[in-house]
Nanobody, 122 residues
Framework: QVQVVESGGGLVQAGGSLRLSCVVSGNIYNINAVAWHRQAPGKQRELVASIISGGRTNYADSVKGRFTISRDNAKNTVYLEMNSLKPEDTAVYYC????????????????WGQGTQVTVSS
């Protein structure tokens, strides 16, 4: 069993900042990548940022320069620092953890958290 728990969401004014946390626990054998996604009402879930096992990061164009993804391997925790928040950033933010074993040849194995609400007011 792998558990993924997000926290840190809340209500913030435009221009403010929030830090989201994604804590991974349970039977963890391998983590290849961790990604933050978000979903606003009436919209598709979109990829916001990801960090690969080697430390490389990627960001959606809409958040480049404003959001930073980082990790603390000792705590099995990934963070998403969000700065200069805009009302358009309002969404439920989800953490996705890829734990596909290196020997697994039938696609990927990943795990989703329950999400944390971020609301940015103007």
């Amino acid at each position: 069993q792998v558990q993924v728990v997000e926290s840190g969401g809340g209500l913030v004014q435009a221009g403010g900042s929030l830090r989201l946390s994604c804590v991974v626990s349970g039977n963890i054998y391998n983590i290849n990548a961790v990604a933050w996604h978000r979903q606003a009402p009436g919209k598709q879930r979109e990829l916001v940022a990801s960090i690969i096992s080697g430390g490389r990061t990627n960001y959606a164009d809409s958040v480049k320069g404003r959001f930073t993804i980082s990790r603390d391997n000792a705590k099995n925790t990934v963070y998403l620092e969000m700065n200069s928040l805009k009302p358009e950033d309002t969404a439920v933010y989800y953490c996705n953890v890829d734990t596909t074993p290196i020997w697994y040849n039938s696609g990927t194995i990943d795990h989703w958290g329950q999400g944390t609400q971020v609301t940015v007011s103007s």
